[in-house]
Each structure stands twice: as structure tokens, then as C-alpha cells.
Nanobody, 126 residues
Framework: DVQLVESGGGLVQAGGSLRLSCAAS????????IGWFRQAPGKEREREGV??????????RYADSVKGRLTISSDNTRNTVYLQMDNLKPDGTAVYYC?????????????????WGRGTQVTVSS
């Protein structure tokens, strides 16, 4: 069975850092694009993800709103993707979902996603 299991969420003060992990299994990790979407309290999950990485060639993509503060990386030996989040802001409070897609495109829309994790909560206090 396909699984994407997120971890690393928690409570952090504004300006602080967190590193999220997404452990994948049940599919050929190296063939997929893996990334993150978020859902803020009281809102729907965003249709464009905040970051993704191609495990085929290492290309990365970030939403403009998070550039310079988020770094995505992948460890193909561990089938795990990481999202380093620095200088977090209160509007970063959300459930962060790991997602996997079999394609790489000009954007990172939820329509590409074939597999979803269950999410991990990130809360940024002001």
C-alpha cells in the first residue's frame, strides 16, 4: 500500500524553524515528484503547493510566498523528503500535507497529486 507519513510538526514562535519529514513507501520513490501543500485554519487546502522536488533530477519549485524561507530536499536512500522551514510567520500556521505526483510541470497544483499523506500540524505563535 502507498503511504506518505509526515512528521516534525509542532508549535514554534514566529521567527523560529521547523523541519518536516515525509516518509514514503509503496511506490517507486525515485520516479516521483514529492512536495507539500498546506491548509490554514478555517480554509480549504491550497490548490498550489508551497514546495516540491523531483526525485528524477532534483529540480525544486517554491511558491513565491515562501521563497527564501523554505528549503525542500530528498534522500532517495531513505525514501524521505524534508521541508526545512525558517523564519516562520504566524500565517504559516496550517496542516502541512505531503503529496506525491508522477509528473513534473510548470507549477505544483493539487491536480497533479496521486497520493496524499494525512498531514502534520504546524502552529506559529506571534
Amino acid at each position: 500500500d502507498v503511504q506518505l507519513v509526515e512528521s516534525g510538526g509542532g508549535l514554534v514562535q514566529a521567527g523560529g524553524s521547523l523541519r518536516l519529514s515525509c516518509a514514503a513507501s509503496g511506490f517507486t520513490f525515485a520516479d516521483f515528484t514529492i512536495g507539500w501543500f498546506r491548509q490554514a485554519p478555517g480554509k480549504e487546502r491550497e490548490r498550489e503547493g508551497v514546495a516540491c522536488i523531483s526525485n528524477v533530477d532534483g529540480r525544486t519549485r517554491y511558491a513565491d510566498s515562501v521563497k527564501g524561507r523554505l528549503t525542500i530536499s530528498s534522500d532517495n536512500t531513505r525514501n524521505t523528503v524534508y521541508l526545512q522551514m525558517d523564519n516562520l510567520k504566524p500565517d504559516g500556521t496550517a496542516v502541512y500535507y505531503c503529496a506525491a505526483a508522477a509528473v513534473w510541470g510548470r507549477k505544483w497544483p493539487s491536480e497533479y497529486v496521486g497520493y496524499w499523506g494525512r498531514g502534520t500540524q504546524v502552529t506559529v505563535s506571534s
